[in-house]
């Protein structure tokens, strides 16, 4: 009998009473006062030799208290935002926040300059001391990023005049987004459905059914276009306007820093997948065949191969990914256990919820929360079992220094992603029909197309959407236009009908914390078929190297990473190309299978 996991997550765990919480109303109105403390000890903080490597430890400390208080209240916010867009308190929270985190970024710029301001030969001392050893790193990568920005002053106005600029943009394109409705007739009925639930229709066994909940969703983003091409215009022109005031020219510069990551480990990944597009071209050439097509329309990607679809109710879904990851280790099994039996997941399916999914942490309660909305198709567990990995990079984090747990986006996939392998991998090799395997496989390669192609699409579109912002705003038009061509250029010529409005409707291309919110997908998903292999090689012993590699996630590059634990130069197409024909393997299964008839 399977056990009843809950599908409504647990949030007063941390502030019982959701938005009107008097408990975070109490935290929020606390934050004031310890950043004005703070930013007065950096003010007055004086680092004249290595016997102030003690002062130095404290005011770290501090950072880091304020930092977790900050990071629980973010993580809430962001709870209270995705499970109910109507929830008008919460929006004003979030901006409220949103004023502090402007407040406590001068106290990073001071440390920062603090640290500029030391000659080599002192920092270095300082560095050797044992109050500060463990954070070599990032005091290092503190002290190099200060010096290619501006002053501490002008970085505090940036910083102050993002919450009524930058952010604000970013906030009212989740407001726009979440106001939309579309009509779309669901097994003869009418129905009135969230951009979240439209685009759940993407894998309806019906293909009227897929076309129509595209041709709403494309009619919505046409009538409101205006409004979307507003917005990332302003969003990229502040981040350019920032650029160049610090004399950045190359919009990649920042997100590769963010991600600690080499512009030729990022050109080697993108070679190497244009180099090996063609197996994934035919298998979508092949989809395409089984609906009557040539080409693959863009409402088609999702659809399902077979007429018997299986789907698994949510509490079947969290049993099974239990089931797979009890293989792997068994940390990641109770851990997600654990999740599942205490309410951190938010999988109902229900209106008024922010599409797509995400995991956030509440690092104050060493918790994390996951959020999607789940109608049982195995997309739906992949995703599941995406998110669950998140927390785990969180949790194997635990034992580390707060300061020491922040990882980029693109190493924070790779757990992700390792995770949805371990499930996808599993249920593949646990078919025992040819339809079953057919339809687990396609959903495996469904994912690489993702990574190889749609990702592809999006950084080309992002790339050549910031050189054409340099010189002014970019029509609603010429947006369509752009990502037209990036579609065709990443798909090739297995794609047939192409969704123009895919940049208004996708909100990675409006997240203003992380800009270029999509390489690092990728990165992490090749990254982690190679950590995959090593656990295939090893078994269950392999869970505490696993581990291990995550707690080093933030505190070197990625290349030092990838040398350091798994013996590989990822500067190399050879390591790049050795992911991918994993993957092409999966297409050979697939086509082989097809031609049996």
Known sequence: MTTHYPEVWDLDVFFEGGSASPAFRAHLDALPNQIDTLAETLQQLQLTSENDAPTLRQVLEDIAHVSLQMRQAAGFISCLTAQNTQDKEALVLQGQLSSMRATFAPVHLTLQQRLTELDDALFESLLAQSPLAEFTFILTEMRDTAKLELSPKEEALI??????????????????????KVEVEVDGQAQTLSIGQANNLSSHPDVNVRKAAFEALEQVFTEREEFFAKVLNHLGGFRLATYEKRGWDNVLDEPLRINRMQQKTLDAMWQAICNNKQPFIDFLQK????????????YNFDAPITESVSTMPYSEGAQFILTQFEKFGPELANFARTAFEDGWIEAENRDNKRPGGFCTGLPMSQQSRIFMTYSGTMSNISTLAHELGHAFHSYAL???????????????????????MIVSDAAVQAATTKVEK????????????????????????ETRFYEERKAGIVSAKRLNELMYEAQHEAFGEALGEAHPHFWASKMHFYITGVPFYNFPYTFGYLFSLSIYAHAQQQGTSFEQKYMALLRDTAVMTVEELAMKHLGEDITTLDFWEKGIALCVADVEAFIQLIQQG
């Open 438 to 461: 057919l339809n687990l496989l396609e959903d495996k390669i469904q994912r690489s197309v993702a990574f190889f192609m749609n990702i592809h699409a999006r950084f080309l579109f």
């Open 159 to 180: 910083s102050a005049l993002q919450v009524d600029g930058y952010e604000a943009w970013g906030q009212y394109y989740n407001l726009l987004i979440s106001d939309l």
């Open 398 to 420: 635990r034992p580390v220094h707060v300061l020491n747990r922040s990882y980029a986006m693109n190493v924070a996939e790779t757990a992700s992603t390792f995770a949805e």
């Open 287 to 298: 989809k395409a065949k089984l609906f009557g097509t040539n080409k693959m329309d863009w």
